[in-house]
C-alpha cells in the first residue's frame, strides 16, 4: 500500500480535474440563461445609470491657526498658561465644522430651506442660485419654519405668468410675477428672479417644483453630509468635503461654512478676552478678604480636630490600633476554640474522657472538664472487676451526667461573654480606623490652605497687570484660520460608479442563474449522471447506457430495429461478454445473468426483457426468468396471464417439471420466458431450496443465456440469498429517479460480495443527440433523433 502523501496527490489530481471538469459542463450546458441573465442585468444597469441623479464631491481645505487663548499665567514664577493652545485640537475644530449651530446659521444665510428642482422627462434636476428664474419669499411666523410643505410645482405660462399645481391636493392656482401664494396656512411671494442667467423668452412651458423643508431637519442631514478631517496626522490642515447634486450649491455651502467657522473663531475669542477681564475684577474684589482668612483657616481647623502634630498624632493612634487589633484575633480564637469543645460535648453520648488543653481560658470549664475525666478513669478502674450493672458504676454514671450538664452551663455562659469581648473590642477597633482613615485628608487639608496663601499673595500682584492686557485682548479680530484651497468640485461624479455598476450587472446576471441552478442541484438527490456513477464506484465496471424509452406503448427490439435505444442494448450485450467471470472454466461457457436494482421502478424488468431479446437475435438460445416473485412484472410485457405457471409453481411443487413452466419462442425468436407464476407467502424460502439450484443447472445445460428478473436488493434480500448463482449481477440505475444515496448500498454490496459480478446499467439516460446520447456525437444511427434538434441548440448534441 502507497502511504506516500505526495504520490497520492498526484494520483488523485486527475480525478479533482475530472470532478472540476463535470462540475463546469454541468453548469455550461446552461450557458444560454446565463446569456439572457447578463444581457437583462447590464440592460437594467444601463438604464439606471442613464436616468440616475449624479452626485459630486466639492471639498476644501483650511488651516487652522496657532492661538494662545485664555488667562496666561507665565508672568509668576514656575507658572504656565491655564488654557494652552499652542497645539491645535484638530478633532475638536472638526466637530465644530460639523456642528449644528453652524449648519443652521449656513441654511439661513444663504436661503436653503427652499429647494428647487426643473423637471425633464423622467428625472428632476436640483437648480440653485442664478439657475432659478423665480424666487419664493415666505411669509412665516416663528413656528412656521419648523414646518414642510408639499411639492409644489410650477409651469410658466408666459414671461411673467405661471400656474401652481399640488398634485396629492389636488391645488392649482394661476399668479403673476409678485403676486401672493396662499396654500394652506402658508403665505408666499412668487417673483422673477433678475439675477436669473438663462434667457427668460425661454421660460414659456417650462416647468419647475419647490419645496420647503424643516428646518430642523434640514439642519441634521446638513450636518451629517458635511465631512471632515485632518489631513496628516501632524498637520493643522483639515480637509473639508460634501457631496451633492448641484455642483454650484456645494461650493457655496463650504464657501459660507469656512466663513462662519472663522467667524465663530474670532468671535470665540474675543468672549474669552471679556471673560478673562471680568474675572480678574471679581477676583481682585475678594483676593484681600481672602488674604486675611487663610491664616485663621489654620488655626481654626486645628482646633477643630484636636491636631498639635499630625505626625505623633498618626503613631499614638496606630499603636491602639493594633493592640485592639490583637485583643479581637484573640477573642476570635476563644470563641472559635469553645464552640468545637461544646460540639464535642453534645455529639459524645458515650461516656469517655473529654479533651483536655484546649487552651480555653475559664477556670470553671476547666475545672469541671478535670473532675469529669477523673471521674471517667475511677469508674473505668471499677468496671475492671465488676459489670455496667453495679450500683457504684450506675451512681458513677448519674455524676458523670450532672458534671457534664454543668461543663456545657458554663462552655454557653463562657461563649456569650467571648462574643459580647469581641463586640465591645470590634467597636474601639472601628473607631481607631476611622481616625486614623481621617489623618491624611486632615494632612492634605492643611497643606492645601498653606498653599493657597502662598498662591493667593504671588496672584494679587500678577492680577493687577493681566487686567490692563486683557482690556487689549476683546479689541483684536485676527482669523482663527487660513483657507489653503476654496470650494472645488471635482468634474467626475462619486455617484452613481458607472464601473461598478456595470460590473454588479454583470456580477449579478451570473449569480442569478448560478444560484438557482446551484439550488437545482443541491437539492436534486436524484442520479442524472453516468460519471457520477463512474467517479463513486470505481471498482464496479458501467456495461451499459441506456437511453430514456419514449414510445407510449412497450415494443420488443427488432432484429433490424436501428434506434438508439436498440443500439445501446446490443453495446450492453457487447460488454457483458467481455466481462472475466472468476468461477468459469473453459468447459463451462454458459452465463447466468441476474438483473436486479435498488428498489421498483428503475426498469429492471424492462432491460432484462430487451436485453434477452438483443440476445436471442443472435441465434443464442436465450431464457428469460421472472424471479421477483413477490412483484412479477414480465407478463404485462408481452400480453400473458399472470396466473400462468411459473417459476414458484416449480419449486413449491415436485410434480411440475421445467418444461412445464417454460413458454417457447416468444416472437418467433431463440428466446424463451419462464414466468414468476404465483405469488407464494415465503418467497425467500421456496428460493433458497434445493430445487432452484436444480433449475439452474438443467437451464444452464439447455441455453447459451439464463437472464433472470429478480427482486430489488434494497426492499428484499432474495436476490442476495440467490446471488451464487449468477455469473454475471447486471445492477439497474435509472436517470432522475434512483437516489444518490443508494451509491453506498451499491458498494457495500460490492465490496461484502453479496452480488457476484456487478456491473452498472443506467437506465432512462435523456437523449441529447443522435445515438449516442451521452457523449454528443453520432455515427448515421437515429437520422430522426438528428433531424429533430435545431442546429443553434448545438449545446445540447
Given at each position: 500500500m502507497n502511504n506516500n502523501p505526495s504520490t497520492q496527490y498526484?494520483?488523485?489530481?486527475?480525478?479533482?480535474?475530472?470532478?472540476?471538469?463535470?462540475?463546469?459542463?454541468q453548469y455550461l450546458r446552461y450557458w444560454p440563461w446565463f446569456v439572457?441573465?447578463?444581457?437583462?442585468?447590464?440592460?437594467?444597469?444601463?438604464?439606471?445609470?442613464?436616468?440616475?441623479?449624479?452626485?459630486?464631491?466639492t471639498s476644501s481645505k483650511i488651516k487652522v491657526l496657532k492661538e494662545q487663548e485664555g488667562l496666561d499665567l507665565s508672568g509668576l514664577q514656575g507658572s504656565s498658561p491655564l488654557i494652552d493652545m499652542s497645539k491645535v485640537n484638530l478633532e475638536n475644530e472638526i466637530q465644530i465644522l460639523k456642528s449644528r449651530r453652524l449648519s443652521k446659521k449656513i441654511i439661513q444665510t444663504l436661503n436653503l430651506e427652499t429647494q428647487y428642482y426643473k423637471l425633464g422627462t423622467l428625472k428632476a434636476s436640483e437648480i440653485w442660485g442664478n439657475q432659478i428664474p423665480f424666487t419664493v419669499n415666505w411669509n412665516i411666523d416663528d413656528s412656521a419654519q419648523y414646518r414642510s410643505t408639499p411639492l409644489l410645482n410650477l409651469k410658466f405660462s408666459s414671461q411673467n405668468s405661471f400656474k401652481i399645481t399640488e398634485e396629492e391636493s389636488g391645488f392649482s392656482a394661476k399668479l403673476n410675477a409678485g403676486d401672493t401664494l396662499q396654500f394652506e396656512n402658508t403665505k408666499a411671494i412668487i417673483d422673477i428672479n433678475p439675477y436669473y442667467k438663462g434667457i427668460y423668452t425661454e421660460l414659456t412651458g417650462a416647468t419647475f417644483s419647490f419645496k420647503k423643508y424643516n428646518l430642523e431637519s434640514l439642519t441634521t442631514s446638513l450636518s451629517n453630509k458635511i465631512k471632515a478631517e485632518a489631513v496628516e496626522a501632524r498637520a493643522d490642515i483639515i480637509n473639508i468635503s460634501l457631496n451633492g447634486e448641484n455642483q454650484t450649491k456645494n461650493e457655496a455651502i463650504l464657501d459660507e461654512l469656512m466663513?462662519?467657522?472663522?467667524?465663530?473663531?474670532?468671535?470665540?475669542?474675543?468672549?474669552?478676552a471679556k471673560r478673562t477681564g471680568e474675572f480678574i475684577k471679581e477676583r481682585l474684589k475678594y483676593l484681600v478678604e481672602e488674604l486675611d482668612t487663610v491664616e485663621t483657616a489654620i488655626v481654626d481647623f486645628k482646633s477643630n480636630n484636636e491636631l498639635v502634630d499630625i505626625e505623633a498624632s498618626t503613631e499614638a493612634l496606630f499603636g491602639k490600633y493594633s493592640e485592639t487589633e490583637m485583643r479581637v484575633f484573640e477573642v476570635e480564637t476563644q470563641l472559635e476554640i469553645t464552640k468545637n469543645f461544646r460540639n464535642i460535648l453534645v455529639k459524645n453520648t458515650e461516656i469517655d474522657l473529654l479533651p483536655a488543653n484546649l487552651g480555653i481560658e475559664n477556670a470553671n470549664v476547666n475545672a469541671l472538664t478535670g473532675a469529669y475525666n477523673q471521674l471517667v478513669n475511677e469508674r473505668n478502674n471499677i468496671l475492671v472487676s465488676a459489670t455496667p450493672q453495679?450500683?457504684?458504676?450506675?451512681?458513677?454514671?448519674?455524676?458523670l451526667e450532672a458534671i457534664k450538664r454543668n461543663i456545657i452551663n458554663s462552655v454557653d455562659n463562657y461563649i456569650n461573654n467571648l462574643e459580647t469581648s469581641l463586640q465591645n473590642t470590634a467597636r474601639r477597633e472601628?473607631?481607631?480606623?476611622?481616625?486614623?482613615?481621617?489623618?491624611?485628608?486632615?494632612?492634605?487639608?492643611?497643606?492645601?490652605?498653606?498653599?493657597?496663601?502662598?498662591?493667593?499673595?504671588?496672584?494679587?500682584?500678577?492680577?493687577?497687570?493681566?487686567?490692563?492686557?486683557?482690556?487689549?485682548?476683546?479689541?483684536?479680530?485676527?482669523?482663527?484660520?487660513?483657507?489653503?484651497?476654496?470650494?472645488?468640485?471635482?468634474?467626475?461624479?462619486?455617484?452613481?460608479?458607472?464601473?461598478?455598476?456595470?460590473?454588479?450587472?454583470?456580477?449579478i446576471g451570473l449569480i442569478i442563474p448560478f444560484g438557482v441552478l446551484y439550488l437545482k442541484f443541491l437539492f436534486n438527490t436524484k442520479l442524472n449522471s453516468i460519471d457520477v456513477l463512474k467517479s463513486n464506484l470505481k471498482d464496479i465496471p458501467v456495461l451499459g447506457e441506456i437511453p430514456e424509452n419514449e414510445a407510449k406503448e412497450f415494443k420488443l427490439i427488432t432484429p433490424n430495429d436501428r434506434s438508439a435505444l436498440a443500439e445501446s442494448f446490443?453495446?450492453?450485450?457487447?460488454?457483458?461478454?467481455?466481462?472475466?467471470?472468476?468461477?468459469?472454466?473453459?468447459?463451462?461457457?454458459?452465463?447466468?445473468?441476474?438483473?436486479t436494482s435498488s428498489t421498483k421502478g428503475e426498469g429492471k424488468t424492462f432491460v432484462a426483457l430487451n436485453l434477452a431479446t438483443v440476445m436471442s437475435?443472435?441465434?443464442?438460445?436465450?431464457?428469460?426468468?421472472?424471479?421477483?416473485?413477490?412483484?412479477?412484472?414480465?407478463?404485462?410485457?408481452?400480453?400473458?396471464?399472470?396466473?400462468?405457471?411459473?417459476?414458484?409453481?416449480?419449486?413449491?411443487?415436485?410434480?411440475?417439471?421445467?418444461?412445464?413452466?417454460?413458454?417457447?419462442?416468444?416472437?418467433?425468436?431463440?428466446?424463451?420466458?419462464?414466468?414468476?407464476?404465483?405469488?407464494?407467502?415465503?418467497?425467500?424460502?421456496?428460493?433458497?431450496?434445493?430445487?432452484?439450484?436444480?433449475?439452474?443447472?438443467?437451464?444452464?445445460?439447455?441455453?447459451?443465456?439464463?437472464?433472470?428478473?429478480?427482486?430489488?436488493?434494497?426492499?428484499?434480500t432474495?436476490?442476495?440469498?440467490?446471488?451464487?448463482?449468477?455469473?454475471?449481477?447486471?445492477?439497474?440505475?435509472?436517470?432522475?429517479?434512483?437516489?444518490?444515496?443508494?451509491?453506498?448500498?451499491?458498494?457495500?454490496?460490492?465490496?461484502?460480495?453479496?452480488?457476484?459480478?456487478?456491473?452498472?446499467?443506467?437506465?432512462?439516460?435523456?437523449?441529447?443527440?443522435?445515438?449516442t446520447y451521452n457523449y454528443g456525437y453520432g455515427y448515421g444511427y437515429n437520422e430522426q433523433a438528428e433531424k429533430s434538434s435545431p442546429k443553434w441548440k448545438f449545446w445540447q448534441k
Open positions: 498526484h494520483q488523485n489530481e486527475p480525478e479533482r480535474e475530472e470532478d472540476i471538469k463535470a462540475v463546469i459542463l439572457i441573465c447578463v444581457i437583462i442585468s447590464l440592460g437594467v444597469s444601463f438604464i439606471f445609470l442613464k436616468y440616475a441623479t449624479n452626485i459630486y464631491t466663513r462662519q467657522f472663522n467667524q465663530d473663531g474670532i468671535d470665540d475669542n474675543r468672549v474669552v453495679n450500683p457504684t458504676i450506675i451512681a458513677i454514671n448519674d455524676r472601628s473607631s481607631f480606623n476611622s481616625r486614623l482613615e481621617k489623618l491624611p485628608g486632615q494632612s492634605k487639608e492643611i497643606r492645601s490652605i498653606e498653599r493657597e496663601r502662598l498662591i493667593k499673595e504671588k496672584l494679587f500682584l500678577f492680577l493687577l497687570q493681566k487686567r490692563e492686557e486683557a482690556a487689549l485682548t476683546y479689541a483684536i479680530t485676527a482669523p482663527v484660520i487660513k483657507v489653503v484651497d476654496y470650494a472645488y468640485t471635482n468634474p467626475m461624479p462619486v455617484s452613481p460608479k458607472r464601473k461598478i455598476i456595470f460590473l454588479g450587472g454583470l456580477i446490443r453495446i450492453l450485450r457487447t460488454n457483458i461478454n467481455f466481462i472475466k467471470v472468476s468461477d468459469q472454466t473453459q468447459e463451462k461457457k454458459q452465463q447466468v445473468i441476474y438483473v437475435s443472435k441465434s443464442k438460445k436465450v431464457l428469460l426468468v421472472g424471479c421477483d416473485l413477490r412483484n412479477p412484472q414480465i407478463h404485462s410485457y408481452i400480453d400473458l396471464n399472470k396466473n400462468t405457471k411459473g417459476l414458484s409453481n416449480y419449486l413449491y411443487n415436485p410434480n411440475i417439471n421445467f418444461e412445464d413452466i417454460r413458454i417457447s419462442n416468444i416472437n418467433g425468436s431463440h428466446l424463451d420466458i419462464i414466468l414468476s407464476g404465483d405469488i407464494p407467502p415465503n418467497p425467500s424460502e421456496i428460493l433458497t431450496s434445493n430445487r432452484f439450484e436444480t433449475f439452474i443447472e438443467e437451464a444452464r445445460s439447455k441455453y447459451d443465456y439464463v437472464i433472470i428478473d429478480t427482486a430489488p436488493t434494497v426492499l428484499v432474495d436476490t442476495i440469498m440467490i446471488s451464487q448463482y449468477a455469473d454475471v449481477t447486471l445492477y439497474l440505475t435509472r436517470a432522475g429517479y434512483t437516489d444518490i444515496r443508494l451509491i453506498e448500498h451499491i458498494k457495500d454490496l460490492n465490496k461484502h460480495h453479496k452480488l457476484k459480478n456487478i456491473g452498472i446499467v443506467m437506465n432512462g439516460l435523456v437523449e441529447k443527440g443522435a445515438y
